[in-house]
């Protein structure tokens, strides 16, 4: 009986994909634990090989180097053909996992549209198929080419409509009017472009909807980018106010309200502008805030507190609610009672005062309310009077040497602040915050001395009170000077 003779060469390929292949594999798989342990996102990309390329391309050598079949036989074509085709899934794993996959967050790859990646595999695609076509199966590239032009122009026609959205896309991406991450305005809806694909725009509305808008549509008609030339946003608002109030005074209420709130930053300016006389005097409200996700946050903000310092001041906005012409006596009609004297008696403090001690106060103290967020006193400011809290909670800042705030305190239903106003001229040595919307009760400096003349034991407590946040505000900035 006759057995095949395998020449020396063969007998050399035979033996080394017998010990080579298992050993490739081997080596392979322990690279692969090594790095999935370390959660490197090749991984994907080594499996691919050590899985599906390297076992196609044993059988490849087999057949050809050691069974002895031609290059043109068809098993070793069919063969081959696989091997290429895991070859062009493992570059596209590659690409997708290692350079974009695992980009971290704001970086080129994370901003790179979806589009051009897929442009980018399509090409990797097209030219590994020519190259099967070609070194495989020996096809004739230029006839392939011609009968594809035929057919590419009835399927043009048919998909017109879909290609040109493609079409579109592909001048969006490289004219690159927006970005993914950008917000931008189109028919009414404002959004952030969160996807570009092959057909369309994928936008996140404030809402948090998902708006598709076909490329043709950005591409043909107009929109507004928000977030080029820069991040910056400029914000408008319009109020009015009544014609008995000086537009000076309202300009530099409301001016103060913006320059309490922290996303509105100094620079550029915010500028408030008296614009038109009709029913009311109207003024535009101009600020910048970072970035357009902060816009509706500073909006909200400042027309909240813009309520309250209008009616600290005595404004009236164009639609006024109904109030008393007595002003903060209203205020107090709304504890039930009638006079402050009456108010102070509900406090432990003010429990003993008697009629004299507290003679002559109606018409000196006031109510007056602060929004949640809002600062009542800055550090180094002069203090107006004694601010007794009728509701609400506050919070007592130093700021140390670094200029970073830090509490020291805070005050509730009760309690009061600003104590250093018994001392004639002292400004305040810490900054207060309301916690809260805050209600409270303004004494004068005289009439806080005329108080503690009355009543000597509240003078002790304020002098007590006083000590001991001094001793804490310094202790603060002692050990915030000693960490730094």
Same mark, same amino acid.
């Given at each position: 009986?006759?057995?095949?003779?395998?020449?020396?060469?063969?007998?050399?390929?035979?033996?080394?994909?017998?010990?080579?292949?298992?050993?490739?594999?081997?080596?392979?798989?322990?690279?692969?634990?090594?790095?999935?342990?370390?959660?490197?996102?090749?991984?994907?990309?080594?499996?691919?090989?050590?899985?599906?390329?390297?076992?196609?391309?044993?059988?490849?050598?087999?057949?050809?180097?050691?069974?002895?079949?031609?290059?043109?036989?068809?098993?070793?074509?069919?063969?081959?053909?696989?091997?290429?085709?895991?070859?062009?899934?493992?570059?596209?794993?590659?690409?997708?996992?290692?350079?974009?996959?695992?980009?971290?967050?704001?970086?080129?790859?994370?901003?790179?549209?979806?589009?051009?990646?897929?442009?980018?595999?399509?090409?990797?695609?097209?030219?590994?198929?020519?190259?099967?076509?070609?070194?495989?199966?020996?096809?004739?590239?230029?006839?392939?080419?011609?009968?594809?032009?035929?057919?590419?122009?009835?399927?043009?026609?048919?998909?017109?409509?879909?290609?040109?959205?493609?079409?579109?896309?592909?001048?969006?991406?490289?004219?690159?009017?927006?970005?993914?991450?950008?917000?931008?305005?189109?028919?009414?809806?404002?959004?952030?472009?969160?996807?570009?694909?092959?057909?369309?725009?994928?936008?996140?509305?404030?809402?948090?909807?998902?708006?598709?808008?076909?490329?043709?549509?950005?591409?043909?008609?107009?929109?507004?980018?928000?977030?080029?030339?820069?991040?910056?946003?400029?914000?408008?608002?319009?109020?009015?106010?009544?014609?008995?109030?000086?537009?000076?005074?309202?300009?530099?209420?409301?001016?103060?309200?913006?320059?309490?709130?922290?996303?509105?930053?100094?620079?550029?300016?915010?500028?408030?502008?008296?614009?038109?006389?009709?029913?009311?005097?109207?003024?535009?409200?101009?600020?910048?805030?970072?970035?357009?996700?902060?816009?509706?946050? #500073?909006? =909200?903000?400042?027309?909240?507190? *813009? $309520?309250?310092? &209008? /009616?600290?001041?005595? %404004?009236?906005?164009? +639609? !006024?609610?109904?109030?008393?012409? #007595?002003? =903060?006596?209203?205020?107090?009609? *709304? $504890?039930?009672? &009638? /006079?402050?004297?009456? %108010?102070?008696?509900? +406090? !432990?403090?003010?429990?003993?005062?008697?009629?004299?001690?507290?003679?002559?106060?109606?018409?000196?103290?006031?109510?007056?309310?602060?929004?949640?967020?809002?600062?009542?006193?800055?550090?180094?400011?002069?203090?107006?009077?004694?601010?007794?809290?009728?509701?609400?909670?506050?919070?007592?800042?130093?700021?140390?040497?670094?200029?970073?705030?830090?509490?020291?305190?805070?005050?509730?239903?009760?309690?009061?602040?600003?104590?250093?106003?018994?001392?004639?001229?002292?400004?305040?040595?810490?900054?207060?915050?309301?916690?809260?919307?805050?209600?409270?009760?303004?004494?004068?400096?005289?009439?806080?001395?005329?108080?503690?003349?009355?009543?000597?034991?509240?003078?002790?407590?304020?002098?007590?009170?006083?000590?001991?946040?001094?001793?804490?505000?310094?202790?603060?900035?002692?050990?915030?000077?000693?960490?730094?």
């Amino acid at each position: 009986m006759d057995f095949p003779v395998f020449s020396q060469e063969m007998l050399r390929w035979a033996v080394g994909l017998l010990v080579g292949f298992p050993l490739a594999m081997l080596l392979m798989g322990e690279a692969i634990l090594r790095l999935r342990r370390h959660n490197r996102p090749i991984v994907t990309t080594l499996t691919i090989l050590r899985s599906l390329v390297l076992p196609t391309l044993a059988a490849l050598l087999l057949l050809m180097n050691v069974v002895g079949l031609p290059r043109g036989h068809t098993a070793v074509r069919v063969v081959e053909t696989v091997m290429w085709i895991f070859l062009i899934h493992a570059a596209l794993s590659f690409v997708n996992d290692v350079v974009f996959a695992s980009a971290a967050e704001g970086s080129w790859q994370s901003r790179f549209p979806k589009l051009f990646l897929d442009l980018a595999r399509l090409i990797l695609v097209l030219i590994g198929a020519c190259i099967v076509l070609s070194t495989v199966w020996g096809a004739d590239l230029t006839k392939l080419a011609a009968a594809l032009g035929v057919g590419s122009i009835v399927i043009g026609l048919a998909l017109q409509e879909p290609l040109g959205n493609v079409f579109a896309g592909m001048m969006l991406l490289f004219e690159r009017p927006i970005a993914v991450g950008d917000w931008i305005q189109i028919d009414g809806t404002t959004g952030k472009v969160v996807q570009i694909t092959w057909r369309s725009v994928h936008i996140e509305t404030g809402t948090r909807e998902l708006r598709i808008v076909p490329n043709s549509s950005l591409y043909k008609g107009s929109f507004s980018n928000l977030s080029r030339p820069d991040t910056l946003r400029t914000e408008v608002i319009e109020l009015g106010f009544s014609y008995d109030d000086a537009p000076n005074k309202v300009k530099s209420a409301l001016m103060a309200v913006l320059r309490g709130i922290e996303g509105i930053p100094a620079e550029p300016q915010p500028v408030i502008r008296t614009v038109a006389y009709d029913s009311t005097v109207r003024y535009h409200v101009i600020f910048t805030v970072a970035r357009q996700e902060g816009v509706a946050a #500073a909006h =909200d903000e400042f027309l909240t507190r *813009a $309520w309250y310092a &209008a /009616r600290r001041q005595g %404004l009236t906005p164009a +639609f !006024p609610t109904r109030r008393s012409d #007595a002003g =903060d006596q209203a205020d107090l009609a *709304a $504890w039930g009672v &009638a /006079r402050p004297a009456e %108010l102070l008696r509900r +406090f !432990p403090q003010f429990s003993v005062a008697n009629d004299e001690a507290l003679a002559g106060l109606d018409s000196k103290v006031t109510v007056t309310t602060y929004s949640r967020g809002e600062r009542l006193i800055s550090e180094g400011e002069r203090l107006p009077g004694l601010y007794l809290i009728l509701s609400g909670k506050a919070s007592l800042l130093i700021r140390d040497v670094a200029g970073q705030e830090h509490e020291i305190a805070q005050v509730g239903h009760g309690e009061y602040f600003g104590e250093s106003t018994l001392l004639s001229g002292q400004a305040s040595e810490v900054s207060v915050t309301a916690l809260e919307d805050l209600e409270v009760l303004v004494i004068p400096p005289e009439a806080v001395h005329a108080l503690v003349e009355g009543i000597p034991r509240l003078g002790r407590e304020i002098g007590t009170v006083l000590d001991v946040r001094r001793k804490a505000a310094h202790a603060a900035r002692r050990v915030k000077a000693i960490s730094h």
